[in-house]
């Protein structure tokens, strides 16, 4: 933890919360430019279901009246103090709809991209070290099956065949409906089920949770396949592999010890885009899944006209993204001591 | 990206024995990031040479020329007004119901229009899967070819001039990547209106990010080559060396990430058409038709998989082309 190690990240949080500034605004600018006066803005506040003269009123109550620059202050500060607005359906500050069911998803959606992870990594290195053999051609047709795939088919083929036709896992919601939730202390079901010693809970969760999770892991681990495979192939015609080779090294021990820990650095970068695009791709698995997390809130939300709803988990999405980007940076930091110069 | 080429690059000259001497201006074909084994003539020779690449190239060709020419027929026959026009080249009428054949199974019998099976009001799945194909090759080529040109304005004049305009551009394209491109396309359909424009303007708007990141770390890495350094030390203007030595030199390797996109496009757009955004009632789309379908699966697999297959043949075949373009300008041709 030298003091430059420190600057760089500084530097990067910086970085970090000036893009969420930024996004918050982007948002912003889109609320202002689709609906450009106070009572269109009003009807996006409350929903669609007031008549104009009402419309007027809310929107003088809310300051939806004042200048731009004002109404934009207000808003940046609201979303750091956790205002994200009211749901129109449920009646309560959107925040608290979010800590109920933004856990359940990061639940899965870690589980499923570390799974995704796993998968590209060690499918990239084998196909790497097996460069044009059947293996290496097996690899790609895996990959290039499930990736291509639309997420919903890969979803609905493993629940038809794991959950309808062998009867192996459950294919809807998230624990068995039945069974009562544990007392919510931090909103991650396994944290929550641990902590109450609800074993019954914990099991049924887990269960519910092998489908979407592999869905996830399924749809996400290609594109790390295919950068693993090609680092790996880098690293495999580098002096320093030969130099183990030379050494008398076995197979095994060149491509897993030496070839495969240098090769896996550039992969930390694209963990946050996997992240973020499985954060997104986990509204189809929700949704396909009947799993009670924000994306499938948010394919309600949609349905039931919800804009606050739909907006503040876009926010909300976006600002966990970011979080995720900058631990990817931070890590890369860690790993690779090149990049702090920059 | 950069470490790629690079990598490539000097392996290159290795094999060739030629000596990078920064201080001597060298043509500019010498020093492009490609070297010989550039440009588009490289890429289509190698592709004919390779049967995998080749036979994706053969289906993208397929779906985009039958694409165009479909898309046509629909806007000429919703032009004149005579929907005949717009199922011309298709099996049968994608629209007109046939009681009687609901929920058929797919049959030889009255080919090719029971090939794929019957929907719930006795369409032919053929022809509605058929009819569907243009509004896709559409959504994918604006969307890809607006990125690149927006992604590319941004990276490139980032990269170049640096300083307070990088960090300015590039926290603006990490805000619009933090974006869920998802659930931003299903609230704007829901404040603008549920509609495929809508859509398209909403994936245009947001799917520029990486390629400003690309564009961006392409300029950086070439503003330092030596023949960038002659034309600034000869006056050129920066506008003139964007345009001359920046722009073309980075635009070979967006080619295998482009083949690549039009397939995540075609993904993304179909995963929207499946929540029912950007659809319009009654017009067959690969996707919803999937999630119709999809309340009659199991017994009735065809209604669901057709489509589905539909959007993973053409996803597919755009990545074998791509992975294999990916492959020669990373200059990882050593297969």
Known sequence: MDSKFLFFVARRAVNAVITVILMIALIFIIMHLVAPTPEDLARLYVGPKFPPAELKLIAQRLGLTQPVYVQFVTYVTGFFRGNLGTDTIYGIPEILVIEEYFPVTLNMVLLGTLLGVLLGLFTGAIAASNRNTPTDYGVKALYLGTWAAPPFLVGVVLQLFLGYGLHLLPTSNVANPVLSVPPPVTGFPLIDSILAQDWTYLYSWTRHLILPAITIGLISFGSITRLTRATMVDALDKDYVKLAYMKGLGQRTVVWGTAFRNAIIPIVTLLALTFAATVGGAVIVEYVFEYHGIGFFAVQAAYALDYPAILAITVIVGFSVIIANFIADVLYGIMDPRVRLT | ?335
């Not at chain 2, 805000?175 to 424009?197: D, K, Q, V, W």
């Not at chain 2, 520029?208 to 002659?230: C, D, M, N």
């Not at chain 2, 179909?270 to 789309?285: M, R, W």
């Open chain 2, 1 to 335: 990206m950069g470490d790629g080429h690079t990598n490539r690059l000097t392996r290159f000259r290795l094999f060739k024995g030629r000596q990078r001497s920064p201080s001597v201006a060298v043509p500019d074909q010498a020093e492009t990031p490609l070297g010989e084994t550039s440009g588009i003539r490289f890429i289509v020779g190698f592709v004919r040479r390779d049967k995998i690449a080749l036979s994706g190239a053969f289906g993208i060709a397929i779906f985009i020329v039958f694409s165009v020419i479909q898309g046509l027929l629909e806007l000429l026959g919703g032009y004149l007004r005579n929907p005949s026009l717009s199922y011309l080249l298709l099996p049968s009428d994608p629209f007109t119901f046939h009681f009687g054949l609901e929920l058929a199974p797919p049959s030889l019998a009255n080919f090719p229009v029971g090939l794929l099976g019957y929907d719930e009001t006795g369409r032919s799945i053929l022809s509605r899967i058929l009819y569907a194909a243009p509004r896709d090759a559409l959504a994918s080529i604006l969307i890809v070819v607006s990125a690149i040109v927006i992604g590319m304005a941004l990276g490139i004049s980032a990269g170049y001039i640096g300083g307070w305009a990088d960090e300015i551009l590039m926290r603006i394209t990490d805000a619009f990547l933090a974006f869920p491109l998802i659930l931003l396309a299903i609230a704007m359909s829901l404040i603008l209106g549920n509609g495929y424009l809508v859509v398209l303007i909403t994936l245009m708007a947001i799917w520029w990010p990486t390629y400003a990141r690309f564009f961006r770390a392409q300029a950086l890495s070439l503003k330092s080559r030596g023949y960038v350094e002659a034309s600034r030390l000869s006056g050129l203007s920066s506008a003139r060396i964007i345009l001359r030595h920046i722009f073309p030199n980075s635009i070979d390797p967006i080619v295998a990430i482009a083949t690549l996109d039009f397939g995540n496009v075609i993904l993304t757009y179909s995963t929207l058409a499946f929540l029912g955004i950007g659809v319009t009632v009654g017009v067959p789309e690969w996707g919803s038709m999937a999630a119709q379908g999809l309340s009659y699966a199991p017994r009735v697999w065809w209604y669901a998989l057709f489509p589905a297959i539909a959007i993973m043949a053409v996803v597919v075949c755009f990545s074998l082309l791509g992975d294999r373009i990916q492959d020669m300008v990373g200059g990882r041709i050593s297969y």
